[in-house]
Every structure is written in structure tokens, then in C-alpha cells.
């Protein structure tokens, strides 16, 4: 297959709790010699998009999907990062440029508490989190707290007088101070954490069904488990689509 190809993976339904590292595979000569590094180019998941695709029934209706005259967006933050009022104004910006034709939750969701009653109620267009996340190993990981291990270190790392160290740093913070559990995944907002345990049971359904932007670390990682991620939680619950990221 030419670089940059597309490789799809289906799971079916009876094999949600397989795993295999797709993006993993390795298919060039290994090297002899145990100082040599192998060749990154051989790596699936740098050679190619690996898409995976949940095992959750189609939806066979051709209905034309409806939407309201105006487009309605939920606005999750996370107000301690040091962009954050850029995002705000380019929100207010977007809601300008638009001549009433988008609406953007005014002033942001920056509660957990709120966050819950909104997706428990959802009648919002798109869902969009600009926020600190988390996901969590395996149960069957012995160490679960070896994934932030090397943001510990990059973090360290950077110059103390640099753009991304200030950005960072209260991350860094409640990281090294054990402020939240590795057990369980969350996305942080600016007043307490919205858990993923919580919103599988108190979430029944998204009644508008929206689009979900996920502007958040490890936000999309479906791997090693196809279920018990927020990209599961969210399409289950009838989301359209989900974005997110893969990495820290």
C-alpha cells in the first residue's frame, strides 16, 4: 500500500474486548544488532491512517437530518490554560461573523455540575470541550501511573521561561500532586472533573444528537479498549461524529 493509505479495521459485535495494537504492527526486517532502532517507516501507525470502526449498529434511515435556524453550540472550558480567552473570542467572533445564524453557550461551562445537567438534557447542536483530559490504563496494567511519566519529563525539561511551560504548569501541578485518580478517565473543567464512570450512568441518551469536539489530551484513544472510552460514551449515546486526539 502507498504511504499516507487508509487501513480500516471492523470489529464485530462479539469481539469488543479484543485487543491488538494495529498502529503497532512492525512489518520491515528487525535490526541484529540490539543497538540499532528499527525503522520507524515500518510501523503501520506511521505509514498509514489506521481507522478503526466502533461495532455499533448502523443507522439504515435516509431521513434528511433536521437542524434548527440557528446552529447551537455548548462551550466546555477549562479557563487555566493560557489561551483560553482566545478561545472565548474566537467564539464571539464566530457568533458575530454569522449574523444569528450560530449561538455559543454565554458565558462557557466551566462547571462540572453543569456539564452533567447539560449532556443529561442535551439540546445543543454541537458539543465542544476546550479542557484537560484523561484517559485510564487497562484494570489489568500493573502501574497505571507510568502513562504520565513522560509529560513529567517533558515538562521538566522545558525552558522555565518558555510559552509552553506556563501553559502547562498547573497541569503539572495537580499531576504531581496526585489531585485526581489515574483509575478513572475525566475531562477537567475549570470547577471539578466530569467523569466517564458517571456519565455512562447518568447520560441515557443525546437527545440532539450533536456533533462532539473533544480539544482535549487522549480524547479519542480507543486503544487497548474499544469500549469504556469518552469516543464510545458519546456515540453510544447518539452523538453523529466524535473529534478528539489520540495522544497526551
Keep these: 500500500m502507498p504511504r499516507d493509505a487508509v487501513v480500516q479495521v471492523t470489529i464485530g ?31 503501520w ?29 455548548a462551550f466546555m472550558l477549562w479557563e487555566q490554560f493560557r489561551n ?44 465542544y470541550f476546550y479542557s484537560h483530559g484523561y484517559t485510564r490504563l487497562r484494570e489489568s496494567n500493573i502501574a497505571p501511573s507510568v502513562n504520565l511519566q513522560p509529560f513529567r519529563q517533558w515538562y521538566e525539561a522545558l525552558p522555565t521561561d518558555s510559552a509552553a511551560h506556563a501553559t502547562v504548569a498547573s497541569l503539572y501541578e495537580s499531576v504531581t500532586n496526585h489531585a485526581f485518580s489515574e483509575d478513572r478517565s475525566w475531562i477537567e ?10 456519565l455512562y450512568k447518568e447520560v441515557v441518551e443525546l437527545r440532539s444528537r450533536p456533533l462532539v469536539i473533544l480539544n482535549m489530551c487522549e480524547s479519542a484513544q480507543v486503544t487497548p479498549s474499544l469500549s469504556d472510552s469518552f469516543v464510545d460514551f458519546f456515540l453510544d449515546r447518539g452523538a ?9
Excluded at 459485535?13 to 520507524?40: G, I, N
Excluded at 473543567?189 to 458517571?198: C, I, K, Q
Design 84 to 127: 483560553a480567552k482566545r478561545q472565548k473570542t474566537l467564539m464571539n467572533s464566530l457568533v458575530s461573523e454569522c449574523a444569528g445564524k450560530l449561538e455559543v453557550s454565554d458565558p462557557p461551562v466551566t462547571d462540572a455540575a453543569t456539564c452533567y445537567h447539560l449532556l443529561a438534557d442535551c439540546d445543543w447542536s454541537v458539543l
Design 240 to 248: 453523529r461524529s466524535v473529534i478528539g486526539t489520540e495522544c497526551p
Design 45 to 73: 501507525g506511521v505509514r498509514y491512517s489506521v481507522e478503526q470502526r466502533l461495532p455499533k449498529p448502523a443507522d439504515d434511515d435516509d431521513t434528511p437530518a433536521t437542524s434548527d435556524p440557528r446552529l447551537r453550540v
Design 189 to 198: 473543567l475549570s470547577y471539578g472533573m466530569v467523569y466517564l464512570d458517571e
Design 13 to 43: 459485535p462479539d469481539a469488543t474486548d479484543f485487543v491488538f495494537p494495529w498502529s503497532l504492527l512492525y512489518d520491515r526486517d528487525v535490526p541484529k544488532e540490539d543497538w540499532q532502532l528499527p525503522d520507524p517507516e515500518g510501523f
